[in-house]
């Protein structure tokens, strides 16, 4: 009875304060409608860009927002073929050192300049200049050595030594081929102003709430696997950003956005069930969420603790509880997006809690102290695992309270600890960790070479965080980014693959997908090779 | 003390009040563990020479002295400097997100005030409707605004419609996120102001009017709120503090564009410039507030000496 007067009573005074506020501001129209935004998507995303340079921001929202406004050299279609785009064809040299790229003509960017070999020389050469300050992109052409522009419609770039990947390095947003004046004009600001010759124009950054990208009217030079090649069907994207994940679903759900990233894992199975909605969902290639351990101190330098912890968490399980089937569990370094995934790895070091104890006795982990933990001469089996808050998405600390806990029944006390930024980059770059967990979108099996070869510790500009030194891996990694046979290729990987499990240097858990909710009037959004959203074909339907 | 004095002494103090603030913000940034640098760059792994390089540009580099005194030029020049992260002037980030805030917390207290003077006047002296008037309050203020806002958000944006999720100009965009910080307010308010209330009925004069034959609501309204306003003039000091904190959150839940947006980020990548920039408009937005509260003491009630203020 009680309460029910209280409720009554809170509703009368919410609408009371509502009506107040209604009058003190003048409410305006209620939401958007579709129909009323003029033939543009709105798309709402979870996180906004530190900066709209590719060659600068090392995020992936970055490399997204960048694919409409930037064309590449060359295209990747979804089996990861190279296909030509603004270079019509080209050539290796016999050692691999020197590309020739012809180029395409009438292509101009959104500020009037004509593409020629000039536009490609001036973006790579930004992307390596010192004041440029390339916080990824660089790093990924570390072996270019200059571009000479031969004739207005060739430009061949040389490399230090020979890098078979460099044409995926090329395809992507990262290395989108940017306005040579432009570059010169915004120096300094490159990151407010991205010109390029994509099917999107750059209209305007509102900080903290949206970027409008609108049709570039002139576009005829659609990359070779889009359905259509010229001006985009919708008249522009509205990207707002909400970074709310309840927010921003609630905003797709009432139709106030046609679009929505990051959908929480827990609303996939509510949208799946939606009346007008969709689910979109892309495995993304790469490296998958994968706990890196730290072999050079103790006590993960004894590969027998690395196994057992291996042996001890049922991944399975916990990726299960926690992605509902969103996100699938690891068994190799890559996830299964990726070229030469080796299918092979799947099942191979299953949960083993017997196995587990087993190896746990010989490394001499054989006492017990109070709180059930394995001991060896008075000391307390602990492995530090921290992590900073503003990166795990996708429940990741959850997740790494599941580890815990499981950890915790093999005897191994994990400590899992939040840290602010200046103390988890302190404790990172100085390798005071046990484990340390990241995962990184690359289409690129090379990507195995940033996280486990001895030259890419994280001093070099790699995530070798813990500086893994295996003379096999690092032989195969290297051989296989320089051979151009693929099928020699192929094997490599799938050594180096099952050498990284058999040795338990890292720990996979789980492929991040991109879920994207999806109105049922927008049609033809589609997903390029890393699985990021792509509006070009995209049309709205009301 | 002669008025005018009294006013160049409070100026002064408040300028030494921003002065204190920007230092604390400068020696703090230098205290915190870890490398700025690396938090600038966030969580990337950034080579040597690129660490070296942004240390360089932004004159983290240069001995701590001369680093000190270009950040007091700075600051007596008025010029904030250039965002670490942002490639932008810091005057430029902050005046672009300066309004939507002092919209939202202009609009907040308002509606705060508003509803709290209603309920103190509707339930001063009357028990049975204080008592339930009283949890309701207790509600409001331990409510956390985060889930305030989801709340009002998937009832009257989402299932109703009735206003947009996110945005942030309009006069509709602003109801639902000044509602949700005014939540927070409200009980605190209603309190203070109910109990002065209740002081003046008991008042003499309260009586006499009633003896003339005034209504209740006319005389509460008349007569006694007058007194209840006093203490809430010393409340909007400890106000504006909790606006401001509010406003990250509901910034957040609201997708606003807003200083709350604008700090916590750039405490995240230490970006001394932003947050000096942030921690200024503060400092000034306090020291003034608080100024005018002591004016209005003044102006309401002559006998009150500044001495006796806290």
Known sequence: ?542 | MPPLRWFARRLLLAALVVFGAANAVFFAFRLLPGDPVRSVLGNTNPTPELVARVRHDLALDEPLAVQYGRFMRGLITGDLGESFQLQQPVGEVIGGQLWPTVQLAVAALLLALLVSVTLAVLTAHRPKVRRIASSLELVAVSTPAFWTGLLLLALLSFRLRWFPAMGGSGAAAVVLPAVTLAAGLVGAFTQVLREELERALEQPFVLTARARGGGETAIRLRHALRHGLIPLITLSGWAVGALFGGAVVVETVFSRQGLGQVTAAAVAGRDLPVVTGVVLVSAVAFALINLAVDVLYRLVDPRIDERSIG
């Open chain 1, 1 to 542: 009875m009680r309460t029910r007067t209280h409720r009554t009573l809170v509703r009368r005074a919410l609408v009371a304060a509502l009506a107040l506020a209604c009058v003190a501001t003048g409410c305006g129209a209620g939401t958007g409608r579709a129909g009323g935004r003029d033939g543009r998507i709105v798309y709402a995303v979870d996180t906004q860009p530190d900066c709209l340079d590719p060659q600068i921001s090392p995020y992936d929202v970055t490399a997204a927002l960048g694919r409409g406004v930037f064309d590449s050299l060359v295209a990747m279609d979804a089996r990861g073929r190279v296909r030509p785009w603004l270079a019509t064809s080209w050539q290796i040299s016999g050692d691999g050192r020197a590309y020739t790229f012809h180029l395409r003509d009438g292509v101009r960017f959104h500020d009037g300049t004509a593409f020629d070999a000039t536009a490609v020389k001036a973006t790579l050469d930004h992307t390596v200049a010192p004041e440029t300050k390339s916080q990824y992109a660089a790093g990924l052409i570390s072996m270019y050595e200059n571009a000479t522009v031969v004739d207005a419609r060739t430009v061949r770039i040389r490399l230090s030594r020979p890098y078979t990947p460099l044409l995926q390095v090329l395809s992507t947003a990262t290395f989108g081929i940017q306005s040579p004046t432009a570059l010169r004009a915004n120096r300094g600001r490159t990151c407010l102003k991205p010109v390029g010759s994509g099917p999107f124009v750059f209209a305007g950054w509102t900080r903290n709430r949206r970027i409008d990208l609108d049709r570039n009217p002139d576009y005829a030079w659609g990359p070779p696997d889009a359905a259509n090649r010229g001006p985009a069907h919708v008249a522009g994207v509205t990207v707002e950003f909400i970074p709310e994940a309840a927010s921003r679903f609630g905003a797709l759900s009432s139709g106030q956005v046609d679009l929505a990233s990051a959908v929480p894992p827990s609303h996939v199975g509510r949208l799946r069930q939606a009346h007008g909605f969709r689910l979109m969902r892309a495995t993304q290639p790469g490296a998958p969420y994968t706990l890196m351990l730290n072999i050079n101190r103790a006590p993960l330098d004894d590969p027998r603790v690395r196994r057992a912890l291996q042996r001890s968490v049922r991944f399975d399980a916990l990726v299960k509880a926690l992605y509902s089937g969103a996100y699938e569990r690891s068994w190799s370094a890559l996830t299964p997006a990726t070229g030469d995934y080796a299918r092979a790895t799947e099942g191979g070091w299953p949960y083993d809690p017997e196995e587990a104890a087993r190896l746990l006795d010989a490394a001499g982990w054989t006492g017990r102290d109070d709180a059930g933990y394995r001991t060896r001469k008075g000391v307390r089996l602990t492995v530090h695992w921290p992590y900073m808050n503003s990166l795990m998405r996708d429940q990741r600390a959850l997740l790494g309270q599941g580890i815990q806990a499981e950890a915790k029944r093999a005897g191994i006390e994990l400590r899992f600890t939040a840290l602010e930024p200046g103390a988890y980059l302190q404790k990172a770059g100085g390798r005071d960790a046990d484990i340390l967990a990241f995962s990184w979108n690359r289409a690129e099996p090379d990507i195995l070479r940033t996280f486990f070869d001895s030259a890419q510790t994280g001093d070099k500009g790699g995530v070798n965080a813990f500086g893994v030194a295996d003379p096999q891996l690092d032989g195969w990694l290297r051989e296989a980014s320089a051979t151009r046979d693929p099928a020699r290729r192929a094997a490599l990987y799938a050594k180096a693959q099952t050498r990284v499990n058999d040795q338990a240097y890292a720990l996979p858990v789980y492929a991040p997908a991109t879920l994207l909710g999806v109105a049922d009037r927008v049609r033809g959004v589609t997903f390029d090779v890393q699985a990021y959203p792509r509006f070009h074909d995209a049309r709205l339907e009301d």
